[in-house]
């Protein structure tokens, strides 16, 4: 496999895994392509000399091995770590307000993000629904809206003059809720997300109990550069 092709697939695997959740389900099909089975935690294992195993916690986290051959004092062993996560917003319990004849959503800050580099690009959301099923149990379901449906949009320069001088200062609780849609007067913020996760999901809004949103930039990974040599 050339250089190319292995920024093409660390590209696609970036675009769809917009939450922790899709970055744990596809490092699991990958997995399985090279014949990697799943343990239960609540069981005993049987590990056999060679196996190759995972295990998922909370869908979010994920940890694979190799069953080694040969004794540990001979050949060691190697550990590797990486995030399933990064900084960025995360959608509140109840996020919707309405002001100034718009939809907002509430977010809040998860790790260190830049924020400014939200503002004036085509966001959307993706991450997890937890549900009440017809039997009483509860359930979860990935929900990843793809199309742009948020927006953090930033002022016009006479608005705010010193921007180019002192940087973007957002303030988090009354400039970084994002613009979903033009309000309506009978419209229930109460209500609002729950019936955009049932048409994302197709789980009943009122089935819906809670939610693990993520916002990210619907921008694909590209090459870019004269020569396409940058990613």
Excluded: C
């Excluded at 990843?144 to 449906?149: A, M, T, V």
């Excluded at 948020?150 to 006479?158: M, V, W, Y």
């Excluded at 200062?169 to 994002?178: C, F, M, R």
């Excluded at 997300?193 to 109990?209: F, N, R, Y």
């Amino acid at each position: 496999m050339t250089a190319a092709q292995q920024v093409t697939d660390l590209l696609d695997f970036i675009d769809n895994s917009p939450s922790p959740f899709h970055a744990v389900k596809q490092i699991v099909e990958q997995l399985h392509l090279f014949g990697f089975k799943l343990l239960d935690e609540t069981q005993t294992w049987d590990l056999r000399e060679g196996g190759r195993y995972y295990v998922i916690r909370d869908d979010s986290s994920i940890v694979f091995f190799v069953s080694g051959v040969n004794s540990l004092d001979k050949t060691g062993y190697k550990i590797l770590g990486a995030h399933t996560d990064s900084p960025g917003l995360r959608i509140k319990p109840n996020p919707v307000n309405k002001e100034s004849g718009l939809l907002r959503l509430g977010v809040e800050v998860y790790g260190g993000p830049i924020l400014a580099t939200f503002t004036d690009r085509d966001l959307s959301l993706a991450g997890r629904i937890s549900y009440k099923t017809p039997e009483g149990s509860i359930a979860s379901r990935l929900v990843h809206f793809q199309e742009p449906l948020l927006r953090l949009p930033n002022l016009a320069i006479h608005m705010n003059r010193m921007v180019n001088d002192e940087g973007l200062k957002l303030h988090k609780q009354n400039e970084l809720p994002l613009i979903i849609s033009m309000a309506l007067d009978e419209q229930l913020p109460e209500t609002y997300l729950h019936g955009l996760l049932e048409k994302a999901s197709g789980i009943k809004a009122e089935q819906i109990l809670s939610w693990e949103l993520n916002v990210y930039d619907t921008q694909k990974g590209v090459f870019w550069g004269d020569q396409q040599q940058f990613y």
